[in-house]
């Protein structure tokens, strides 16, 4: 799993270098995150770049293709078919992860991955925003999700920092407590 992460880290710093020279780090993010969206949620396309009896020039040609019908620049249709074409096609979710944290690393900002047994409220989100802002000194974009398997509260994640502030959490500590007399 690191060495898969490694390799979608380069990919990704090679992408955004070749971006942050063109000016528009955040553009190029957008049409990749956009178009991975649609290779990978079109199972056709995710065989065929997945596929290794495929060959690397077949499946760098559909990716470019598929990435210039989706409005794509030249750069991130480049990019795609680059890394079809080397059998890479299945870490393009970590690619855009990775990217996406260089971006953000640019910009002074930081996602966090929020799951709450409930919805959050606006003000909620507002208030856990500017907690984690202060705390961290970057600007928090929350990523949130609703966890059934949550019973209450929430677990906010930023990068390895997790701040866990739901009951299950809390009935971890007490057990944990109890168990140590």
């Known amino acids: 799993m690191r060495a898969r992460e490694g390799t979608a880290r380069r990919y990704a710093k090679a992408l ?27 199972a056709r ?29 030249k750069l991130v249709q480049d990019f795609l078919g680059l890394v079809a074409e080397r059998g890479r096609g299945d870490h393009l979710a970590e690619i855009v992860g990775a990217y996406r944290a260089l971006v953000d690393g640019e910009h002074g900002r930081a996602r966090a991955e929020v799951r709450s047994a409930v919805a959050l409220t606006d003000r909620e989100k507002q208030e856990l ?15 949130e999700r609703v966890d059934d398997t949550l019973l ?22 007490v057990r944990q407590r109890l168990a140590r007399g």
């Open 16 to 42: 955004y270098e070749l971006a942050h020279a063109g000016g528009d780090t955040e553009g190029a993010g957008r049409e990749l995150e956009r178009v991975t969206a649609v290779l990978l949620g079109d």
């Open 45 to 73: 396309a995710h065989d065929v770049l997945t596929r290794p009896w495929i060959k690397p020039e077949d499946r760098r040609a559909i990716a470019a293709a598929i990435a210039q019908k989706e409005g794509a620049r």
């Open 129 to 143: 925003s500017a907690r984690l802002e202060r705390a961290l000194g970057k600007r928090i974009i929350l990523e």
């Open 152 to 173: 209450g509260g929430f677990v906010a994640q930023v990068g390895s920092l997790i701040l866990d502030g739901s009951l299950d959490g809390q009935l971890a500590q």
